[in-house]
């Protein structure tokens, strides 16, 4: 995960090249996403479930995300009213450290990762939890994750675990352009101007985010007596870092967006530091 984590931040900057030197626009960065959404990240969670060797403990996957979701929500609010923040910050800091980017930053780098961890944990975490808390908004995206979702767990259970080359090989390859697509977005998103005015907030997401709800995570995982793969998946799912979709939402709710964006950047950039540490620590 170390390699791929350092690959993550090789990309992040070159996007952020790119958007400097103006080969890329800030603004073209919506085809990335839509491309990833409804072309890259269903061929992926497809190919998962479809090889997957499912686990009765995989219900409970989703469960215990909810579980850690909520906690998070508690203490970022209770954070925010200890302090005394206004309404849109403390919006603003509950969906930054709230909801982790499991979904188009998560899946692939677990898919890269290695051993260790559990893809169809990962798949349930992000299908049946994650998106349940932040893709609903958008039907659209709904609709064309969980189909893939759904066929294959019908693929699966029909005993299908092998598909032919003609349907396997674009999958694969329509996969492999989640990480480095989402990535270059990440770069072409990073803004730095503006984020040493926020440095408390952001320092506060930064730990939260990225420390403590590991630590809540496991102390979920360990009470729903997840084990192995499982369980370090859950847990490293817990750390991953905050949302992109969080931003959108966020700018549509009326919460403060340059908490939002500034939150992104930073636990996209840190995660590819803090997350080989994780593993180093699960595996």
């Known amino acids: 995960m170390t390699e791929t984590a350092f690959a993550a931040l090789i990309l992040i900057l070159l996007g952020a090249v790119a958007r400097h030197t103006g080969l890329v626009r800030q603004d073209q960065g919506d085809v990335f996403v839509r491309v990833v959404i409804y072309l ?15 686990d009765g403990a995989l219900v409970l996957v989703p469960v215990a995300a909810l579980v850690i ?3 998070l929500v508690v203490v970022s609010w209770g954070s925010a009213r200890l302090v005394g923040m206004g309404r849109r910050s403390t919006g603003a800091l509950i969906l930054a450290t ?71 090989r674009p999958c694969e390859i329509m996969a492999a352009a989640v990480l480095p697509l989402t990535m270059l977005y990440g770069g072409l998103m990073l803004e730095v101007r503006g984020l040493a005015r926020l440095w408390r907030q952001l320092s506060y997401v930064a730990v ?74 699960l595996v």
Do not use: K, Q
Request: aromatic share 8%; net charge negative; proline share 4%.
């Open 69 to 71: 979701h909520v906690i």
């Open 208 to 281: 939260v985010r990225l420390g403590l709800a590991g630590l809540i995570g496991l102390g979920v995982a360990y009470v729903f007596r997840f084990e192995g793969e499982v369980l370090n998946t859950v847990v490293l799912f817990a750390v991953m870092p905050t949302a992109m979709m969080s931003l959108v939402l966020g700018v549509r709710g009326g919460v403060r967006s340059d908490v939002l964006a500034g939150a992104v950047a930073v636990t996209t950039v840190l995660c590819t530091l803090t997350l080989p540490l994780w593993r180093a620590l």
């Open 40 to 54: 890259a990240l269903p061929p992926l969670v497809f190919l998962i479930i479809v090889r997957a060797d499912l």
């Open 98 to 168: 709230a909801v982790g980017n499991t979904g188009v930053f998560g899946l692939p780098l677990i898919y890269a990762a290695g051993e260790g961890f559990s893809l169809p944990a990962a798949v349930m975490y992000d299908a049946l939890a994650t998106a349940l808390i932040t893709w609903t908004s958008t039907v659209a995206i709904a609709n064309h994750f969980g189909l893939a979702l759904a066929l294959g767990l019908v693929v699966n259970l029909a005993g299908v675990n092998e598909l032919p080359g003609f349907i396997e």
